[in-house]
């Protein structure tokens, strides 16, 4: 991976993306509107109704 991976020949990604490494883009969008705050509230109870697969 280039050292200079945002300005680099070969990021591809979108201009809005190329500050990301390309092994960070499915976190960083699955983050955005996220309500949880942490990892582990997901397995709290109240928090059971947005866990749902990502085929969906």
């Known amino acids: 991976m280039p050292k200079d991976w945002a300005i680099s020949a070969a990021n591809q990604l979108a201009k809005s993306e190329h500050f990301l490494l390309p092994q960070k883009l499915?976190?960083?969008?699955?983050?955005?509107?996220?309500p949880l705050k942490d990892e582990d509230a997901w397995i709290k109870a109240k928090y059971s109704s947005l866990d749902i697969p990502l085929e969906k």
């Open 26 to 34: 499915l976190s960083h969008y699955l983050s955005k509107g996220n």
